[in-house]
């Protein structure tokens, strides 16, 4: 077959038993079209699920009554870790599920709260915190390619020098600082120490604090930059392949990555590529509804209602989402013209990449407040109207 993308998005059984069924169909979609083939998936296979918050009442902009659940859009379902596991173990790999929070409970506490513990027993899985507190825990890797000098020399946990493949777990949700958090941004989570994710943002959070339309835009051109450079220097620092799921079971819109004020979907969608996570990140923006066409045309929209004619450079700069942009030019795969794998209830088969949006359950995902000002350009110093501020508010 000629697919980069295989997009799961079939629906029998509970959340969990479609959370399972979704990520072991695709992951065996790959392996049958022969692109798992020169991967080690019998030594060590790190599993990186996305657990940006643990589903904690107690926390700003933790979850609403509704969200209680492992089924929830901001952390990567459970089940969906469970299928990993079992494929990797099928192939008699050794499956480390790997994640480093400072939420409070820290690692093992979103571990308890999504269910990890009691859903992963009896199987070879082991669960690792990557959060390290001592500099020879750290190893120090750099990018292929640098940006953002503030990022040019990174320390991760040394547990990666002993991983033979990366399965990278995403969550399909929305983002108020990057637009899309996918499979790129998730292994930013990685970076050690863990204040220097902090550092990474740039102080650039609408959901915190108030913020001008320039030093958004600024925000989010460094934030992408960082979180491609942290990507780029733990894959090629250590040699791994690398399979990239992007599960959206229920999926995340508006202004994610927390329970607050983002609103869940559910969608039922679970992709995947390997070794291509610009390609299998622009295939979940696709889906989302987040073309090039579609950013473009809503970016002059919102520079006309400030009465801003845009030149076609920058109306480029909205329709091309930078860090896919950037995260193409170090060889992460391309984001345009390729091939998707499509398993649904209606039909198997291969389509294009700009017809995923027919798979969507409903409208176009809500916009992050930021995109909706008109931030989401790294031309920050043509941005007009810069010094306007605003807020995300979080929703009751």
Not at 98 to 122: D, H, I, N, S, Y
Not at 329 to 334: A, F, L, P, Q, T
Not at 362 to 386: K, S
Request: aromatic share 10%; hydrophobic share 40%.
């Amino acid at each position: 077959m000629k697919f980069e993308v295989v997009a799961v998005n079939l629906d029998s059984g509970t959340l969990g038993e479609i959370a399972y069924a979704n990520t072991l169909r695709a992951l065996r979609a790959l392996e049958e079209d022969g692109q798992l083939d020169r991967m080690k998936l019998g030594g060590t296979v790190m599993i990186k699920p996305n657990f940006t918050q643990p589903p904690n009442p107690s926390l700003k902009f933790g979850p609403r009554e509704s969200d209680l659940s492992v089924h929830n859009h901001v952390c990567t379902d459970p089940f969906a870790i469970k299928a990993a596991c079992d494929f990797v173990t099928a192939h008699d790999g050794k499956p480390l599920v790997a994640e480093g929070t400072k939420w409070p409970g820290g690692t093992r506490g979103v571990f308890l709260q999504m269910g990890c513990e009691t859903l992963l027993e009896g199987t070879r899985a082991v669960m690792v915190d990557t959060l390290t507190d001592r500099r020879e825990q750290r190893a120090v890797v750099s990018p292929s390619k640098t940006w953002n000098e503030d990022f040019r020399e990174l320390e991760v946990n040394r547990i990666f020098e002993g991983v033979d493949v990366l399965l990278n777990m995403a969550k399909l949700k929305s983002h108020s600082n990057s637009l899309v958090t996918g499979a790129i941004k998730n292994m930013y989570g990685a970076l050690e120490p863990a204040k220097r994710r902090a550092e990474g943002h740039y102080c650039a959070d609408p959901l915190w604090a108030r913020i001008s339309r320039s030093k958004m835009a600024e925000g989010y051109k460094r934030l992408c930059e960082t979180f491609v450079q942290v990507h780029d220097a733990v894959i090629k620092s250590f040699k791994i392949d690398e399979i990239c799921v992007v599960e959206g079971i229920i999926s995340g819109e508006g202004d994610g990555p927390l329970f607050r004020p983002a609103l869940p979907r559910q969608e039922n969608m679970v992709m995947a590529s390997a070794n291509r996570p610009a390609t299998v990140d622009a295939a979940e923006s696709y889906f989302m509804g987040y073309s090039p066409e579609f950013l473009r045309n809503f970016a002059e929209y919102a520079l006309h209602e400030i009465h801003y004619a845009a030149d076609e450079d920058f109306l480029e700069s909205y329709g091309n989402q930078y860090f896919l942009k950037i995260a193409e030019e170090v060889g992460m795969g391309r984001t345009r013209g390729f091939g998707v794998y499509t398993i649904t209830p209606r039909a198997t088969e291969i389509i294009p990449c700009d017809m995923l949006g027919l798979l969507r359950r409903g409208d176009v995902f809500a916009l992050p407040t930021f995109v909706r000002y008109a931030a989401n350009t790294p031309l920050y110093e043509r941005v007009p109207d810069a010094d306007y501020e605003f807020k995300v508010e979080a929703s009751a």
